[in-house]
C-alpha cells in the first residue's frame, strides 16, 4: 500500500492507476493525514434470473412464415 499527498498524486496520476490494477490500494493524503483510498473497481456478475422476461415478451405464432415474395425480391435484389 503506497501512501501519496495529493500533489504528488496529481503528477503521478498514470502510474497510480497502473498500480491499482495490479491490485495495490493507494492512499491519498493531505499534509499526511489519509482523505482518500484509491482501488480498483471489482466486476460484478449479475446473478442470472432465468424467466424474468416470462410474459412480457409476446412472439407472434407466424414470426417464422415464408416472408411475402416482394421482401424476398427487395433482399435478394432480383
Known amino acids: ?3 501519496m499527498n495529493i500533489h504528488e498524486a496529481k503528477t ?3 502510474k497510480l492507476i497502473e498500480a491499482v490494477i ?3 490500494e493507494v ?3 493531505r499534509a ?7 482501488v480498483a473497481i471489482r466486476a460484478v456478475t449479475p446473478v442470472r434470473s432465468p ?3 416470462k410474459g412480457k415478451i409476446k412472439i ?3 414470426f417464422d ?3 411475402p415474395d416482394d421482401v424476398i425480391t427487395s433482399f435478394e435484389g432480383s
Do not use: Y
Open 1 to 3: 500500500m503506497q501512501t
Open 12 to 14: 503521478q496520476f498514470s
Open 22 to 24: 495490479q491490485g495495490e
Open 27 to 29: 492512499i491519498i493524503a
Open 32 to 38: 499526511g493525514k489519509p482523505v482518500a483510498s484509491l
Open 51 to 53: 424467466g424474468a422476461l
Open 60 to 62: 407472434a405464432d407466424d
Open 65 to 67: 412464415a415464408e416472408l
